[in-house]
């Protein structure tokens, strides 16, 4: 099996991609090593999956020194003529699609970069899988798509009609996309709305890292919301458990479940008016929550983070910030009925594992 990984100079990309070379799956990676966070991070995860400074080079396969079943290509998905290219060339059999721009602040700063990487660049995606009889096409959306629901916890039957963010709203349409192409194709395809990811090799621009470092620094960090905030934190690797779970289990097409409502139709017969739910008529498609399933609230977080470093952070408060959501929770009954999805790590260990890593990145 050879399998596609956009996004692997990522953060839950590189574990993923790592996890498949382990595993003697041949993988390709793809990632336009963007500045939106620090590029040489992002050049340390591809180090440590052995891939060289070469990487920088665009366009241009490298081949890892610690997996040979593993090379990297800087890529952007908004090119379609080397994307079409890079399909014909290794046809593959699954693609996972985790590239994408990332961060809800930055797209109230920066909406163009949401809609050529996250629409754009999906699209350049879907019609590769189209024309290259892909298998299985896995890619990430978000937990966001659920917006300020009242709800708990989010299950995907829940409406998604009202994202408070442009980042939301990209994933939405991603979520649409599929559909349509699952349905018109027959491409099997899986979303993962992703709750609160966390773990060694993070992205800076999430709160777990940006408290860990002000802590340390002593500058005192930003509590959103008064600290009135919560999150089903995941740890990554029983987030990359999952994602390998799902890649090797294409949907089937499947049907509308019926409720008790009725009406009749224009020749009198009753019919049942179909549920709202993620399981789209006819298409081998599927949605699925990928989270803890066991919030947090932000104040216990931050008390998490400081035990594990034995150092009290300095605290400013502030109102609840434009596109944040108050809540995530996810409903992941589906994944483990239908994959055995059960996260282990705690909390604590997993803000263990990575104040660990961070000491030792930056050398604190």
Not at 111 to 130: H, K, T
Request: glycine residues 6%.
């Amino acid at each position: 099996m050879k399998i596609l990984i956009t996004g692997t100079a990522g953060f839950i990309g590189f574990h993923l991609a790592n996890k498949l070379a382990e595993q003697g799956i041949e993988v390709v990676g793809i990632d336009n090593i963007n500045n939106y966070y620090s590029s040489d991070l992002k050049m340390a995860r591809l180090a440590e999956a052995g891939i060289s400074d070469e990487a920088k080079n665009w366009n241009q396969k490298i081949t890892s020194s610690k997996y040979a079943n593993y090379s990297f290509i800087r890529m952007n998905l908004e090119d379609r003529e080397q994307l079409n290219k890079l399909f014909e060339d290794e046809k593959f059999d699954r693609v996972c699609n985790l590239a994408a721009q990332a961060g809800v602040r930055y797209s109230i700063e920066n909406p163009q970069a949401y809609i050529d990487s996250n629409i754009v660049g999906f699209m350049n995606i879907l019609e590769a899988c189209r024309h290259n009889n892909i298998q299985h096409l896995v890619y990430a959306s978000s937990s966001s798509v659920y917006g300020n629901s009242a709800k708990m916890p989010l299950s995907v039957s829940d409406p998604v009609d009202n994202p408070v963010s442009l980042y939301a709203a990209t994933k939405k349409s991603n979520e649409l996309m599929a559909h349509t192409y699952s349905h018109l194709f027959g491409i099997p395809s899986t979303g993962l709305r992703f709750f609160t990811v966390y773990g060694p090799w993070g992205r800076p621009d999430m709160a777990y890292f940006s408290f860990t470092k002000d802590i340390l620094s002593g500058t005192p960090i930003k509590v959103f919301n008064h600290g009135d905030l919560y999150r089903d934190f995941t740890y990554v690797d029983d987030i990359v458990e999952g994602i390998i779970k799902i890649l090797n289990a294409p949907p089937k097409s499947t049907t509308f479940s019926s409720s008790k409502e009725e009406y009749p139709t224009q020749e009198g017969e009753v019919v049942k008016q179909p549920q709202d739910s993620s399981l789209k008529p006819q298409a081998p498609y599927k949605v699925h929550n990928i989270g803890n399933a066991s919030p947090v609230q932000l104040m216990a977080f931050i008390q998490t983070i400081e035990k594990a470093l034995g150092q009290e952070a300095k605290k400013e408060f502030y109102d609840m910030q434009p596109g944040d959501v108050y809540k995530t929770y996810a409903d992941v009954s589906e994944l483990v009925k239908d994959f055995g999805y059960s996260p282990t790590t705690t909390l604590e260990k997993g803000i263990g594992e990575f104040v660990e890593w961070y000491k030792y990145y930056y050398k604190d």
